[in-house]
Protein backbone atom coordinates (compact mmCIF):
# COMPACT_ATOMS: atom_id res chain seq x y z
CA UNK A 1 0.00 0.00 0.00
CA UNK A 2 2.63 2.33 -1.38
CA UNK A 3 -0.39 5.39 -0.80
CA UNK A 4 -0.20 4.66 3.13
CA UNK A 5 3.47 4.62 3.39
CA UNK A 6 3.36 8.18 1.77
CA UNK A 7 0.72 9.12 4.62
CA UNK A 8 2.52 8.04 7.14
CA UNK A 9 6.63 8.80 6.34
CA UNK A 10 5.38 12.43 5.39
CA UNK A 11 3.10 13.48 8.04
CA UNK A 12 0.86 16.73 7.84
CA UNK A 13 2.32 16.86 4.64
CA UNK A 14 -1.02 17.59 2.73
CA UNK A 15 -1.86 19.85 5.97
CA UNK A 16 0.55 22.40 4.27
CA UNK A 17 0.50 21.79 0.54
CA UNK A 18 -1.89 23.76 -1.45
CA UNK A 19 -2.32 23.28 -5.23
CA UNK A 20 -0.44 25.07 -7.01
CA UNK A 21 -2.53 25.07 -9.96
CA UNK A 22 -5.78 26.10 -7.72
CA UNK A 23 -5.07 26.79 -4.54
CA UNK A 24 -6.87 23.85 -2.69
CA UNK A 25 -5.65 23.17 0.03
CA UNK A 26 -8.04 19.55 -0.32
CA UNK A 27 -6.10 16.49 -1.59
CA UNK A 28 -7.67 13.15 -2.54
CA UNK A 29 -5.81 9.94 -1.82
CA UNK A 30 -6.38 6.90 -3.95
CA UNK A 31 -5.20 3.56 -2.65
CA UNK A 32 -2.40 2.90 -5.69
CA UNK A 33 -2.79 5.75 -7.30
CA UNK A 34 -1.55 8.40 -5.69
CA UNK A 35 -2.80 11.66 -4.15
CA UNK A 36 -4.98 14.40 -5.87
CA UNK A 37 -5.98 17.97 -5.91
CA UNK A 38 -9.93 17.74 -4.76
CA UNK A 39 -11.03 20.54 -6.76
CA UNK A 40 -8.44 20.12 -9.85
CA UNK A 41 -7.41 16.71 -9.93
CA UNK A 42 -3.53 17.89 -10.07
CA UNK A 43 -1.65 14.73 -8.98
CA UNK A 44 0.73 14.99 -6.26
CA UNK A 45 4.00 12.91 -5.81
CA UNK A 46 6.09 13.41 -2.33
CA UNK A 47 9.84 12.33 -2.15
CA UNK A 48 12.62 12.63 0.47
CA UNK A 49 14.82 15.31 -0.25
CA UNK A 50 18.16 14.52 -0.60
CA UNK A 51 19.86 14.88 2.87
CA UNK A 52 17.69 17.18 4.28
CA UNK A 53 14.92 17.16 6.87
CA UNK A 54 11.21 17.66 4.54
CA UNK A 55 9.72 16.47 1.16
CA UNK A 56 9.51 16.97 -2.21
CA UNK A 57 6.10 17.36 -3.77
CA UNK A 58 6.14 16.60 -7.73
CA UNK A 59 3.56 18.26 -9.39
CA UNK A 60 1.74 16.33 -12.40
CA UNK A 61 -0.89 18.47 -14.57
CA UNK A 62 -1.80 15.81 -16.87
CA UNK A 63 -4.56 15.17 -14.77
CA UNK A 64 -5.78 18.32 -13.97
CA UNK A 65 -9.28 19.62 -14.90
CA UNK A 66 -9.88 22.87 -16.25
CA UNK A 67 -11.78 24.53 -13.15
CA UNK A 68 -12.22 28.31 -12.58
CA UNK A 69 -9.49 28.54 -10.28
CA UNK A 70 -6.90 26.51 -12.43
CA UNK A 71 -3.87 27.75 -14.40
CA UNK A 72 -2.43 24.79 -15.97
CA UNK A 73 1.28 24.49 -15.35
CA UNK A 74 3.19 25.07 -18.55
CA UNK A 75 3.54 21.60 -20.74
CA UNK A 76 7.37 20.52 -21.83
CA UNK A 77 7.70 18.11 -24.16
CA UNK A 78 9.74 16.16 -22.41
CA UNK A 79 8.52 16.25 -18.91
CA UNK A 80 4.62 17.28 -19.38
CA UNK A 81 2.94 19.67 -17.27
CA UNK A 82 5.06 19.36 -13.95
CA UNK A 83 5.81 21.85 -11.17
CA UNK A 84 7.62 20.73 -8.09
CA UNK A 85 9.18 21.97 -4.83
CA UNK A 86 10.77 21.66 -1.56
CA UNK A 87 8.98 21.84 1.69
CA UNK A 88 11.53 21.65 4.71
CA UNK A 89 10.94 20.58 8.35
CA UNK A 90 9.50 17.63 10.13
CA UNK A 91 5.90 16.53 10.96
CA UNK A 92 6.42 17.91 15.14
CA UNK A 93 7.81 21.65 14.20
CA UNK A 94 5.78 21.80 10.74
CA UNK A 95 6.95 22.24 7.44
CA UNK A 96 7.98 25.25 5.11
CA UNK A 97 8.22 25.91 1.58
CA UNK A 98 11.57 26.24 0.36
CA UNK A 99 11.42 26.46 -2.66
CA UNK A 100 8.93 26.43 -5.81
CA UNK A 101 8.77 25.90 -9.97
CA UNK A 102 7.56 24.94 -12.91
CA UNK A 103 9.80 22.88 -14.94
CA UNK A 104 9.63 24.96 -18.10
CA UNK A 105 11.29 27.76 -16.15
CA UNK A 106 14.47 25.73 -15.82
CA UNK A 107 14.02 25.06 -19.15
CA UNK A 108 15.60 27.33 -22.32
CA UNK A 109 13.32 26.49 -24.65
CA UNK A 110 9.96 28.26 -22.83
CA UNK A 111 9.26 31.23 -21.65
CA UNK A 112 6.54 31.02 -18.97
CA UNK A 113 4.86 33.67 -16.65
CA UNK A 114 3.19 30.74 -14.96
CA UNK A 115 2.78 31.05 -11.34
CA UNK A 116 1.99 29.01 -8.43
CA UNK A 117 -1.66 29.73 -6.97
CA UNK A 118 -0.31 31.37 -3.80
CA UNK A 119 1.73 33.77 -6.00
CA UNK A 120 -1.19 34.66 -7.75
CA UNK A 121 -2.30 38.45 -7.15
CA UNK A 122 -5.10 38.46 -9.33
CA UNK A 123 -6.86 35.18 -10.32
CA UNK A 124 -9.12 36.63 -13.14
CA UNK A 125 -11.42 38.32 -10.49
CA UNK A 126 -9.53 41.35 -9.26
CA UNK A 127 -9.54 40.08 -6.12
CA UNK A 128 -6.69 38.88 -4.03
CA UNK A 129 -6.56 35.34 -3.29
CA UNK A 130 -6.77 35.28 0.48
CA UNK A 131 -9.99 37.22 0.34
CA UNK A 132 -11.47 34.14 -0.84
CA UNK A 133 -10.09 31.22 0.83
CA UNK A 134 -12.55 29.59 3.25
CA UNK A 135 -11.09 28.73 6.95
CA UNK A 136 -9.28 25.96 7.44
CA UNK A 137 -11.91 23.76 9.20
CA UNK A 138 -14.37 24.35 6.50
CA UNK A 139 -12.49 22.93 4.31
CA UNK A 140 -12.90 19.15 5.10
CA UNK A 141 -12.53 16.48 2.85
CA UNK A 142 -15.46 14.33 1.95
ZN1 LIG B 1 -6.04 21.96 -7.56
Excluded at 49 to 57: K, L
Excluded at 66 to 89: C, H, N, Q, R, V
Excluded at 118 to 139: C, H, K, M
Aim: glycine content about 8%; some cysteine; overall charge negative.
Amino acid sequence: MPIVETEERYEGAFDEVECPVCGSEDWTHLVFQGVFCADCNTRCLLREPAGDQGFIAKFDGSYTWLTDDAEMIPETEEYGATASGKWTGTPSRGYERYWFSATAEHLDEYTTDWKPAWEREDAGTGEPNYLIELPSNEVETR
